[in-house]
């Protein structure tokens, strides 16, 4: 049964940082595309960053720079570190995987399994 558990969210005020967790069982974790997807209060769903299964990674335009996606393998645990962040990055996290090597449209890749989601929210 593949689950995808988000944690370490929260409240953070502007040019804070927070470190997202997620940890994975069920599948294969280590050979697949794994991403992290927000959305925002009236907004749609939007691709944050995403790592292929050899490790290279991709990031939205937004959050270039400010954000640093990675994972151990060994732990199957993804991360999503996040700095300098604006109140425009509150919104919901998701954890999400995709069963492929390759995540298909990098950032914006399509994903299989989605986590429930944590609450990030950034106050001015």
């Known amino acids: 049964q593949v689950q995808l558990m988000e944690s370490g969210g929260g409240s953070v005020q502007a040019g804070g940082s927070l470190r997202l967790s997620c940890a994975v069982s069920?599948?294969?974790?280590?050979?697949?595309?794994m991403g992290w997807v927000r959305q925002g209060p009236g907004n749609e769903r939007e691709g944050v960053a995403a790592?292929?299964?050899?490790?290279?990674?991709s990031y939205a335009d937004p959050v270039k720079g400010r954000f640093t996606i990675s994972k151990d393998n060994a732990e199957k645990t993804l991360f999503l570190q996040m700095s300098s962040l604006k109140p425009e990055d509150s919104a919901m996290y998701y954890c999400?995987?995709?069963?492929?090597?390759?995540?298909?449209?990098?950032?914006?890749?399509?994903?299989?399994?989605w986590g429930q989601g944590i609450q990030v929210t950034v106050s001015s």
């Open positions: 999400a995987a995709y069963f492929s090597p390759v995540c298909s449209g990098g950032a914006e890749a399509v994903y299989d399994y």
């Open positions: 069920g599948f294969g974790f280590s050979r697949y595309c």
């Open positions: 790592i292929n299964g050899d490790g290279t990674a």
